[in-house]
């Protein structure tokens, strides 16, 4: 996705935005000198260790390391992708997308799609005040215990009886009649175009941004079918959007958990009872992108099913669609309701605190694995060992390696007692990823300039004998000394947007938290740097006088290179300054 903005439109974004008021729109903010502090937004704290630093149009947390610049934090925050960060920034900048992006679409632009789907939805919240048939509608969710502030949270309509309603407030705009088709608001079929949604209370289904992308909605006559959804179209994928999950995240960016049940009317009820962080799948088994999305955005998740027998089959799906992301550092939990009850059900009749605690000790993914495996076996034979053997091998291979994976092994090898056997066939388990940053000189040089270009005139006094040094790091300092070159008044959010989807960004990104550089205070940077540099030249020029002493003893130098071997061999405080 980044591919499709050029780097120089991100830099010329972040020089537009204020990260102040981008963030300070989400966190509360206090002035701390010329940084602005508060609480941060990814961790649960009580003292303040989330800066954000204006000079550097960056933000950083002593806390818990998150770090980066204004897009950075609406992907993080927001949950959005690179692209919809992009454009989001570009909308508050007053900035077009370059003319590239819309060249190469990825697909229909959504914007018309939306448009059109927000003044629908604001057409049936409209209605549930105002139409005359209304009056069953606000009867119905009365009924359901919801207050009026929770319904205008969730944004509740009203869709009229009749055919037409839609298309009478649209009047005669043939082009926006066509929209309204492929947004799925109407339906054209022999010559003729009605409403889908017809006497039904409306469940506006919102995207990680707050956008209208689709709609659910609730019979309230005896009519099949009872919910009805938006098809799939251009913004709206059942596969990948989560109904709540926006206005779980506007309630609290802290919440212990996500809860994931089966309707629109559970998350609402359990939102009313202040349980305000469940979401639920619109119509579709839980995906691989519904876990992603649902696993980054909570501490813990909990999935929630009838205790029945056709229950426990649907958490077992859910179990196995689960597996390949399960690493154990996000809890995976599974609730059994009590027979003929739902969540709406449950928490009116026992109150939000029992529901809680049920949440609490519900049943953990690896329990709820074995569980399941060991019904119907009996362990005390060897058939039945290796029974579970047999089944349980193939799930636990599509656990992601690790600890957790090292963990259900030899839960198995205690039930079967064949640990090397699960062991072959599951497969070694890969070295640790590397998670430390060591600050090599070169290292140091890096992250210092990225954290303060203006550094860079110092290091460019020196001489770049650093040059000579064979390591991946001499390009990226090059070519971070000589961007700032060119653009001397560059911001180090810009400067690290420059790398974004090149083979530098990571370790750029690495190099770009401030908490590497806590150690040095403000006024010993400067130092630091042309300390570093310096180390770096008396490395670039041992090497340089081992190459010039080798093809001195196989044929001559040139004059310069004579002058090289020379300014090699002299003492390093004078090798490495510059005359």
């Avoid at 994931?260 to 469940?278: C, H, K, N, R, S």
């Avoid at 890969?430 to 060591?438: E, I, K, L, N």
Wanted: proline share 7%; with cysteine.
């Amino acid at each position: 996705m980044a591919g499709k903005f050029p780097s120089d439109f991100r830099e010329r974004l972040l020089e537009r935005i204020e990260i102040a008021d981008v963030v300070g729109a989400r966190v509360q903010l206090k002035k701390a000198g010329g940084l602005l502090k508060g609480l941060c937004p990814f961790h649960s704290e009580k003292t303040p260790s989330f800066v954000v630093t204006p000079s550097r149009q960056t933000y950083h947390c002593f806390g818990c390391g998150a770090h980066g610049n204004a897009i950075d934090f609406l992907i993080e925050h927001d949950r959005l992708d690179f692209r919809e960060a992009i454009e989001e920034l570009a909308q508050q900048a007053g900035l077009e997308l370059p003319t590239e992006t819309a060249a190469a679409p990825t697909g229909p632009d959504p914007r018309p799609y939306v448009e059109i789907l927000e003044w629908a939805a604001a057409l049936y919240r409209r209605q549930l005040r105002e139409h005359p048939q209304a009056r069953r509608a606000t009867d119905y969710l009365r009924g359901r215990g919801l207050s009026a502030d929770v319904a205008a949270r969730f944004g509740l309509g009203f869709a009229p009886p009749g055919w037409g309603f839609l298309l009478k407030q649209l009047g005669q705009r043939r082009e926006s009649q066509a929209l309204l088709e492929r947004a799925g608001l109407v339906i054209e079929r022999d010559n003729r175009c009605y409403d889908r949604f017809r006497d039904r209370v409306m469940f506006p289904i919102r995207d990680r941004r707050g956008r209208v992308i689709g709609f659910g909605g609730r019979i309230l006559d005896e009519g099949e079918p009872k919910y009805l959804n938006s098809p799939e179209s251009p913004v709206f994928h059942k596969g990948r959007e989560l109904y709540g999950l926006f206005e779980a995240q506007q309630a609290s960016r802290q919440h212990p958990r996500l809860l994931v049940v089966e309707g629109y009317m559970d998350v609402i009820a359990l939102a009313q009872f202040g349980i305000p962080y469940a979401v639920a799948t619109l119509g579709t088994a839980t995906t691989p992108e519904h876990l992603t999305r649902l696993l980054r955005s909570a501490p813990e998740l909990v999935f929630c099913f009838d205790g029945d027998r056709a229950g426990r089959q649907a958490a077992w799906k859910a179990l196995e669609q689960a597996l390949p992301q399960a690493t154990g550092q996000t809890p995976i939990r599974f609730l059994f309701l009590p027979e003929g009850e739902d969540p709406d059900s449950l928490v009116r009749q026992e109150g939000s605190a029992a529901f809680e605690q049920r949440l609490e000790q519900a049943t953990l993914l690896s329990d709820f694995l074995f569980e399941h495996l060991q019904a119907e076996r009996d362990l005390s034979s060897e058939e039945g060992q290796a029974g579970l053997d047999a089944a349980a091998r193939p799930l636990l291979g599509k656990v992601p390696a690790g600890t957790f994976r090292d963990l259900l092994e030899r839960r198995l090898a205690k039930l079967t007692g064949v640990a090397s056997v699960a062991r072959r066939h599951l497969g070694p388990r890969p070295p640790a990823p590397q998670t430390s940053t060591s600050l090599t000189p070169m290292r140091l040089a890096i992250a210092l300039l990225l954290d303060d270009p203006a550094l860079a005139a110092q290091a460019l006094a020196e001489p770049n004998d650093w040059r000579e040094i064979e390591s991946p790091g001499v390009q990226l300092l090059s070519e971070l000394l000589d961007l700032i070159s060119k653009h001397p008044d560059i911001s180090s959010a810009s400067l690290r947007e420059h790398w974004r989807d090149t083979e530098q960004d990571t370790i750029v990104k690495k190099l770009s938290n401030s908490g590497l550089l806590a150690h040095i205070p403000a006024e010993g940077k400067r130092e630091e740097l042309v300390g570093a540099i310096r180390r770096l030249n008396r490395e670039g020029l041992s090497i340089l006088r081992q190459r010039l002493l080798s093809k001195a003893s196989t044929g001559g130098l040139s004059s310069e290179e004579r002058e090289q071997l020379r300014r090699s061999l002299k003492p390093p405080n004078e090798a490495v300054t510059k005359n």
